[in-house]
């Protein structure tokens, strides 16, 4: 088989590029390792900047999102029994962010691709990529019990963090920065209608908690945990009780509790590959960096990536000129490291760390403060949280 792009993964990076080629007439073909409805399935981020949403519209992706999304012009910060409302539109010039799931991100851009788009493989699994720095760059993968190979002018890795592609980079040549943390999120899905209509991010002694949403009939809840905790280890009650106790208020909000449909833990990591490109391949996405989840940038990060991408690769097929293709990796890694940075502040905004000394405690609540007492801090996070421009 042979095509133009060969792209090693359909997640949201993966498709949405797939989406972006072929409206620009270039031939691409996806091989994603697991089933189409794993991918359909697997919960993750809920959270589009107003950019993501403008790139997906204008993809021709966006007219479920544009009915059952839902805009939101702010977010809560609780600390102390105290709520603050951060409001998106009066601190950025008239940005917001829609809560859209990414599972129905990538069901719309299936459905698309596998209408009008070019070969898109479920359960086509890349072994690795071969000859990345040679004109002709191959994807080794296996299809249905036998081993094929994908002959590309260009590969690109949207392949996640656990995924193949970022080994064909030379060691000699990678640098890694990354960091873990003690703590991750369990993180349910409960069919309870939410029981505040913006986010809530919560700090509290007993560590973080968020109150998210899918839609206005489903709500998305997430707990601090030690790293390494078992989501099975505790119970329905224990989550409901825990989390009426990190999200209390002086005021009399309640929380609605309802049957929880999911439940699971994810570990939290900052972390990025440098370069984002060897040769003709290029990594995009988690496959390149990841992010704590606090700042609900991960997603959107790979959206980033692939536009850019996506821009370079049309602009090299009409002009012949391989400039933007040149400048991707630093073009992106400016964005990934102002999304790395917001997201570990938010993260130390946040969380409890294990072990946190009085004084610690005290600073995280005088910066909650002045968040809540500084229109320049406050639209430092509402532009951020709104999202860095592409680049
Ligand atoms: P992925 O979505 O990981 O997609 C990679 C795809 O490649 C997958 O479909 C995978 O099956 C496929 N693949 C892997 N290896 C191979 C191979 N060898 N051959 C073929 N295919 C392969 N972000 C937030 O903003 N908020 C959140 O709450 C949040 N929760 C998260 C929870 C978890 C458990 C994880 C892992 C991430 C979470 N994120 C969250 C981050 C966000 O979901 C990711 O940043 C986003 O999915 C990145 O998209 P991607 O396309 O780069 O990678
Ligand atoms: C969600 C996830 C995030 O990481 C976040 O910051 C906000 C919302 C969510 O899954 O809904």
Known sequence: MRTTVGIIGAGPAGLLLARLLHNAGVDAVVLEGRDRSYVERRQRAGILEQGTTDVLRAA???????????????????????????????????RSVTVYAQTEVCKDLIALQLKEGGPLLFEAEALAVEGADTDRPRIRFRHEGAEEVLECDYVVG????????????????????ERTYPFGWLGILADVPPSHDELVYARHDRGFALLSMRSTSVSRLYLQVPAGTDAGS???????????????????WVLRRGPITQKSVTPMRSFVHE??????????????????PTGAKGLNLAVGDVVTLARALTHERRTGSADLLDAYSATCLRRVWQAERFSYDMTALLHRAPGATPFEDRLQLARLERLTASRAAETDLAEAYTGFPFG
Do not use: K, N
């Open 158 to 177: 949207c392949d996640g963090f656990r995924g193949v592609s970022r080994q064909a980079v030379p060691a000699s040549l990678s640098r890694v920065f």
């Open 60 to 94: 021709g992706a966006g007219e479920r999102m544009d009915r059952e999304g839902l805009r939101h012009d702010g977010i809560e910060l609780r600390f102390a029994g105290r709520r603050h409302r951060v409001d998106f539109p009066a601190l950025t010039g008239g």
């Open 234 to 252: 505790w119970s329905d009650e224990e989550i409901w009780d825990e989390l009426e106790l990190r999200l209390e208020t002086a005021d009399d």
């Open 275 to 292: 370069p984002m490109r060897y040769g003709r391949l290029f990594l995009a996405g988690d496959a390149a960096h990841i992010v704590p």
